[in-house]
């Protein structure tokens, strides 16, 4: 049987007692609808997991006491970092939780100019914060004890100008596919469009500051569909896959 993982943004030593909080109490009560003595496992994101065992559980909360540590490592060999085009609600919530379970290190999402998504700066905050929670969810989910950084939306042209190492943009429009290209070395910066697409000047700015097109195929992917595509085909040339 299956072990539930749930991270916990805390400190984790072997023997403590934790009194959970609020969240973390009750999507162990709700969702993962644990009982008392049942076993799981925990992580806080240090690349650590530990055992744990339900103490108590109840409206007054909730209590796990944290077993054996070990290190477990799962993480791709590849340094991979996603510009990612916002997307709409569970369009974008489908894309980091793909690349997540797929190996990325880091995802910037991207305000470009067919971004259907006008977010604020209070509403950048939530958001961003409801993505990271959508990829610690990821990493219950597929075994990463590493959960990897939501960045802070900004706009596609400060992005590419800042990004490093061998730099990928996925474009119908290209010519030369991922089996084109050599071994990388170092990091990956792979830009990804939203639902409408790059528009001409990003596609020429893209160019411009060093990024390579690579066609996925003859057919037109949705953005959500287009990461899953790019991180699994990538994984299985360069990295961890197959």
């Given amino acids: 049987m299956r072990v539930s993982r749930l991270y916990l943004p805390q400190t984790l030593e072997e ?27 925990v992580f806080n994101g240090d690349g650590r997991e530990y055992s744990a065992r339900v103490l108590t559980i109840g409206r007054d909360g909730v209590q796990v ?8 490592d799962v993480e791709s060999p590849l340094t991979i970092h996603i510009g990612l085009g916002i997307s709409r609600g569970e369009r ?30 209070a509403r950048r905050g939530s958001r961003r914060q409801h993505w990271q929670k959508v990829a610690r969810s990821a990493c ?19 992005w590419v100008v800042g990004s490093e190492g061998l730099r990928l943009f996925f474009d119908p429009q290209a010519m030369a596919g991922l089996k084109d290209l050599p071994q990388p070395e170092g990091t990956i910066s ?53």
């Fill in 15 to 41: 023997g403590a007692v934790l009194q959970l909080d609020e969240e973390s109490a009750h999507y162990l009560r709700t969702v993962l609808r644990l009982k008392k003595g049942a076993d799981l496992i």
């Fill in 65 to 72: 006491e944290i077993g054996t540590g070990r290190s477990r």
């Fill in 190 to 242: 792979i830009l990804s469009g939203p639902e409408g697409g790059f528009a001409e000047k990003e596609r020429i700015l893209a160019r411009e500051t060093g990024f390579i097109p690579v066609r996925l195929g003859p057919r037109i992917l949705r953005t959500e569909t287009a990461v899953l595509a790019a991180l699994s085909a990538i994984q299985a040339i360069w990295g961890d896959l197959g």
């Fill in 140 to 158: 219950e989910q597929c075994g990463r004890n590493r959960v990897p950084e939501i960045a802070e939306p900004i706009e596609l042209r400060d």
């Fill in 92 to 121: 974008m919530d489908l894309a980091i939780q793909k690349a997540v379970e797929l190996g990325v290190s880091r995802i910037t999402p991207l305000f470009t100019e067919h971004c259907v998504v006008r977010l604020d700066e």
